[in-house]
């Protein structure tokens, strides 16, 4: 016990310092003394404490790991080192609660030298050319690994900010590695058994073994210890911050576990309480971490979230899923890249992501797709402002039916005069996405003013007070639809042309990831898409496109009218809806004939009896049949422009209310928000005089003034969804210039207002207004 003790003190203290010099200590045997205080049955409790660590240390350089295999045998004797593993606890046991800063520094090391302890010994082991057939159950080290876990989440968590980051670093370090060796040991087995080399019996004590391991690798997880910080060795001037692999786990580690650990009884192989508790602690880390932890665990979740696939149908998130949810959205919001397989099984289950997710995902998706597509040469289009689809179909070849549009596209406006040789000018600037996010918006309105589209609220046939002029229509606040198949014949021959065009619009936008200033109405939406909508669900999707006509129907249906006297004939009449089976679809009869719902249906009179089956034929005239083809066409061209892949993972993911937010934006333009998510440079800050008035001029502007500035800037009236954090490609700005004596002036592509130093707010005011009235959307200086 005296000679353990001295040689653990000498060693502890720094005497030989050198690896050559511990070994020489092995080699004489310096070990001994304590393995034999560690087998006496009268060894006081610090004699054992001391022989511990003195086994701890010298194991530290007995082997390395690039190069150890046969060296002292007997040092690794598996009778020796199991009697060290009988007693290490005591290291741990009775440390005290209350530690502090310094004390805790001093013993990070000496768990470190455990865990090397027992990686060695595998390595070791795995390693002996003499012991082929190596065969330990690790769950003989759990006990005391599951310990020295405890005891480094209990003291870390307090006094981890405290201590050099570097004993932190090096102690996961060791951990990770141990975690790696003991994997791959597993796996190995698994391997052997698929050659046939390993009984039923022994498979099963690996299963056992792996879902043990699994425990245990979850729990590391949970150390709150950084492993994605600046490791100054190895970070070059200018480099910026690089992981530090060694403190990070591969991937595919718990998934190789987790693989080979189900049981053919289904039954789960790690303990649901153990993921809750996981991710519990991810929702408190910093992004970086919750990244590498989640790709680490992904293979875990799937099945977690499975076992809730219940509630989950019923779109209801149990609470113990949602810090899962959290992480996970958190996680693919920043980049949907990391955990695309994680991905592809939570989207199952679309309540488990929020829309912030969804659009980032099909962001990311569409982002792939352009780079795909950026080799070719771009198309080009050179358009005036006051036509900018003239010669479109033609630039985009829409009359070869199965060309796809897959090289990126630009945009020239037309400058509306020409130079001394009779040239047309085009404007100044170059497309950097300014001046195609402004053709969408243009684009976009030139259809919905046309009499292909119509609004239902206005525009409706059963309106006795619509004006049914397109030309006095507008885009805020209104839902379009399709004209009825009948009257797109009658007012345009090209019309499937158009159509095919329209969808070529909404596919760059998604594209480009942008907005356009026209909300369809659902039951459109949902037929672009792809998705299936059922007869009974005709009736409540009528509510969102035609609110007035839904009242109407329903009213006739639940037949109260009855108790006020009425007839069904009077209700009819005073809708302004047809008595038989057979509807206007437009204020023109004379140029567009009535609509027959079922054969013979105009002689046929709408009674009590089969009110219902008139409804519904009605209905499904409307919104499904009656705009069948102008669907087919808008979505040959959506499928020119994105591929059907991504048009399929979009109906996938998303409802049609976010397909709707995703593609159309918000018509609502909150001021403090635009303010909040603005940036200045030049000199102005948020404080700057002329930035102050120019808030204070917008928050006094109307809707249509602030929509018209919006546009003014950025290219679009519309807001992101989501809000003006994201705004594409940069955050609003307003850039400081010097000279007083000219007008704002608009960069589309930077989403960025030179804004003069004005001397007074009314200067300032009179000023925006002219050159958001006079400019509109125009790129350049006026």
């Given at each position: 016990?005296?000679?353990?003790?001295?040689?653990?003190?000498?060693?502890?203290?720094?005497?030989?310092?050198?690896?050559?010099?511990?070994?020489?200590?092995?080699?004489?045997?310096?070990?001994?003394?304590?393995?034999?205080?560690?087998?006496?049955?009268?060894?006081?409790?610090?004699?054992?404490?001391?022989?511990?660590?003195?086994?701890?240390?010298?194991?530290?350089?007995?082997?390395?790991?690039?190069?150890?295999?046969?060296?002292?045998?007997?040092?690794?004797?598996?009778?020796?080192?199991?009697?060290?593993?009988?007693?290490?606890?005591?290291?741990?046991?009775?440390?005290?609660?209350?530690?502090?800063?310094?004390?805790?520094?001093?013993?990070?090391?000496?768990?470190?030298?455990?865990?090397?302890?027992?990686?060695c010994f595998m390595i070791y082991w795995i390693n002996e050319k003499s012991q082929p057939s190596f065969d330990f159950d690790i769950r003989q080290v759990m006990p005391l690994l599951h310990g020295l876990i405890a005891v480094i989440a209990r003291h870390d968590s307090r006094l981890?900010?405290?201590?050099?980051?570097?004993?932190?670093?090096?102690?996961?370090?060791?951990?990770?590695?141990?975690?790696?060796?003991?994997?791959?040991?597993?796996?190995?087995?698994?391997?052997?058994?698929?050659?046939?080399?390993?009984?039923?019996?022994?498979?099963?004590?690996?299963?056992?073994?792996?879902?043990?391991?699994?425990?245990?690798?979850?729990?590391?997880?949970?150390?709150?210890?950084?492993?994605?910080?600046?490791?100054?060795?190895?970070?070059?001037?200018?480099?910026?911050?690089?992981?530090?692999?060694?403190?990070?786990?591969?991937?595919?580690?718990?998934?190789?576990?987790?693989?080979?650990?189900?049981?053919?009884?289904?039954?789960?192989?790690?303990?649901?309480?153990?993921?809750?508790?996981?991710?519990?602690?991810?929702?408190?880390?910093?992004?970086?971490?919750?990244?590498?932890?989640?790709?680490?665990?992904?293979?875990?979740?799937?099945?977690?979230?499975?076992?809730?696939?219940?509630?989950?149908?019923?779109?209801?998130?149990?609470?113990?899923?949602?810090?899962?949810?959290?992480?996970?959205?958190?996680?693919?919001?920043?980049?949907?890249?990391?955990?695309?397989?994680?991905?592809?099984?939570?989207?199952?289950?679309?309540?488990?992501?929020?829309?912030?997710?969804?659009?980032?995902?099909?962001?990311?998706?569409?982002?792939?797709?352009?780079?795909?597509?950026?080799?070719?040469?771009?198309?080009?289009?050179?358009?005036?402002?006051?036509?900018?689809?003239?010669?479109?179909?033609?630039?985009?070849?829409?009359?070869?039916?199965?060309?796809?549009?897959?090289?990126?596209?630009?945009?020239?406006?037309?400058?509306?005069?020409?130079?001394?040789?009779?040239?047309?000018?085009?404007?100044?600037?170059?497309?950097?996405?300014?001046?195609?996010?402004?053709?969408?918006?243009?684009?976009?309105?030139?259809?919905?003013?046309?009499?292909?589209?119509?609004?239902?609220?206005?525009?409706?046939?059963?309106?006795?007070?619509?004006?049914?002029?397109?030309?006095?229509?507008?885009?805020?606040?209104?839902?379009?639809?399709?004209?009825?198949?009948?009257?797109?014949?009658?007012?345009?021959?090209?019309?499937?042309?158009?159509?095919?065009?329209?969808?070529?619009?909404?596919?760059?936008?998604?594209?480009?990831?942008?907005?356009?200033?026209v909300h369809f109405g659902h039951n459109f939406l949902r037929s672009v898409f792809g998705l299936k909508t059922d007869a009974q669900d005709l009736l409540p999707l009528l509510e969102s496109v035609d609110k007035t006509l839904h009242t109407k129907l329903k009213y006739i249906l639940?037949?109260?009218?009855?108790?006020?006297?009425?007839?069904?004939?009077?209700?009819?009449?005073?809708?302004?809806?047809?008595?038989?089976?057979?509807?206007?679809?437009?204020?023109?009869?004379?140029?567009?004939?009535?609509?027959?719902?079922?054969?013979?249906?105009?002689?046929?009179?709408?009674?009590?009896?089969?009110?219902?089956?008139?409804?519904?034929?009605?209905?499904?005239?409307?919104?499904?049949?009656?705009?069948?083809?102008?669907?087919?066409?808008?979505?040959?061209?959506?499928?020119?422009?994105?591929?059907?892949?991504?048009?399929?993972?979009?109906?996938?993911?998303?409802?049609?209310?976010?397909?709707?937010?995703?593609?159309?934006?918000?018509?609502?333009?909150?001021?403090?928000?635009?303010?909040?998510?603005?940036?200045?440079?030049?000199?102005?800050?948020?404080?700057?005089?002329?930035?102050?008035?120019?808030?204070?001029?917008?928050?006094?502007m109307s809707v249509e003034q602030r929509a018209a500035l919006l546009s003014f800037a950025t290219g679009s009236s519309q807001v992101p969804s989501g809000g003006f954090r994201f705004l594409q490609p940069e955050l609003f700005t307003i850039q400081r210039v010097a000279v007083m004596?000219?007008?704002?002036?608009?960069?589309?592509?930077?989403?960025?207002?030179?804004?003069?130093?004005?001397?007074?707010?009314?200067?300032?005011?009179?000023?925006?207004?002219?050159?958001?009235?006079?400019?509109?959307?125009?790129?350049?200086?006026?």
């Amino acid at each position: 016990r005296a000679a353990a003790r001295v040689v653990e003190l000498l060693v502890s203290q720094g005497y030989a310092t050198s690896a050559f010099d511990r070994r020489k200590l092995v080699t004489a045997g310096a070990w001994r003394p304590a393995v034999a205080v560690l087998r006496s049955r009268w060894s006081a409790h610090k004699e054992r404490v001391s022989a511990v660590r003195l086994y701890s240390h010298l194991a530290e350089h007995t082997a390395f790991y690039d190069d150890f295999s046969g060296l002292h045998g007997d040092f690794w004797d598996r009778q020796v080192f199991a009697t060290w593993l009988h007693h290490a606890d005591v290291v741990h046991n009775d440390l005290p609660n209350d530690l502090d800063a310094d004390q805790w520094e001093l013993i990070c090391p000496e768990l470190e030298a455990m865990f090397r302890t027992v990686g060695c010994f595998m390595i070791y082991w795995i390693n002996e050319k003499s012991q082929p057939s190596f065969d330990f159950d690790i769950r003989q080290v759990m006990p005391l690994l599951h310990g020295l876990i405890a005891v480094i989440a209990r003291h870390d968590s307090r006094l981890g900010s405290e201590v050099s980051a570097k004993v932190r670093g090096d102690m996961l370090e060791e951990l990770v590695r141990l975690s790696g060796v003991l994997t791959q040991y597993i796996l190995n087995r698994y391997e052997d058994n698929e050659s046939g080399r390993t009984s039923r019996r022994r498979t099963e004590e690996a299963r056992q073994q792996a879902s043990t391991l699994l425990l245990f690798m979850v729990r590391v997880l949970m150390l709150e210890i950084p492993t994605c910080v600046q490791k100054a060795e190895a970070v070059a001037p200018g480099a910026g911050v690089l992981p530090v692999d060694e403190r990070q786990m591969d991937s595919e580690w718990i998934e190789g576990l987790h693989e080979h650990c189900q049981s053919d009884d289904d039954e789960g192989c790690i303990d649901p309480a153990a993921v809750i508790d996981l991710f519990s602690k991810l929702a408190k880390m910093p992004l970086e971490e919750q990244k590498y932890r989640l790709e680490c665990a992904s293979s875990l979740v799937p099945p977690f979230v499975a076992s809730y696939s219940e509630q989950l149908k019923q779109n209801i998130v149990p609470p113990e899923l949602q810090d899962v949810k959290l992480v996970i959205n958190a996680v693919l919001q920043d980049d949907s890249s990391v955990t695309s397989d994680l991905l592809e099984e939570i989207s199952f289950y679309p309540c488990m992501l929020d829309f912030a997710t969804k659009r980032a995902t099909i962001h990311g998706v569409c982002e792939r797709q352009k780079l795909q597509g950026s080799t070719g040469d771009p198309i080009r289009l050179v358009v005036p402002r006051d036509n900018v689809l003239d010669g479109v179909c033609s630039s985009l070849n829409l009359q070869d039916q199965t060309a796809r549009i897959e090289v990126p596209l630009e945009i020239e406006f037309r400058s509306g005069y020409a130079d001394d040789t009779g040239n047309e000018l085009v404007d100044e600037g170059e497309d950097q996405g300014g001046l195609r996010r402004q053709w969408l918006d243009r684009a976009s309105r030139y259809f919905i003013s046309s009499d292909l589209f119509y609004s239902p609220a206005v525009d409706a046939a059963h309106l006795e007070n619509s004006s049914g002029l397109a030309t006095k229509r507008k885009a805020r606040g209104v839902i379009y639809v399709p004209s009825p198949e009948s009257v797109c014949r009658c007012v345009q021959d090209d019309w499937e042309e158009q159509f095919e065009l329209f969808g070529c619009i909404l596919g760059f936008a998604i594209l480009y990831k942008e907005t356009i200033p026209v909300h369809f109405g659902h039951n459109f939406l949902r037929s672009v898409f792809g998705l299936k909508t059922d007869a009974q669900d005709l009736l409540p999707l009528l509510e969102s496109v035609d609110k007035t006509l839904h009242t109407k129907l329903k009213y006739i249906l639940d037949g109260s009218y009855g108790q006020l006297g009425d007839t069904l004939t009077d209700v009819l009449e005073q809708s302004n809806l047809p008595s038989v089976f057979a509807i206007s679809e437009t204020h023109c009869p004379e140029l567009v004939k009535s609509v027959v719902l079922k054969q013979g249906g105009d002689k046929i009179p709408v009674t009590e009896e089969n009110k219902k089956e008139f409804v519904m034929l009605f209905l499904e005239r409307l919104l499904v049949s009656g705009v069948a083809r102008q669907v087919e066409c808008f979505r040959k061209g959506l499928l020119r422009v994105v591929p059907d892949h991504i048009v399929q993972r979009i109906a996938e993911l998303m409802s049609v209310k976010e397909i709707e937010l995703m593609v159309c934006g918000s018509e609502e333009i909150d001021v403090a928000d635009w303010e909040k998510h603005t940036q200045y440079e030049n000199g102005y800050t948020p404080d700057s005089q002329p930035v102050q008035w120019f808030w204070d001029v917008v928050r006094r502007m109307s809707v249509e003034q602030r929509a018209a500035l919006l546009s003014f800037a950025t290219g679009s009236s519309q807001v992101p969804s989501g809000g003006f954090r994201f705004l594409q490609p940069e955050l609003f700005t307003i850039q400081r210039v010097a000279v007083m004596d000219r007008y704002p002036e608009a960069h589309t592509c930077a989403n960025t207002i030179d804004l003069p130093q004005y001397e007074s707010r009314e200067e300032l005011a009179r000023r925006l207004e002219f050159a958001i009235r006079e400019a509109g959307d125009a790129f350049g200086r006026r």
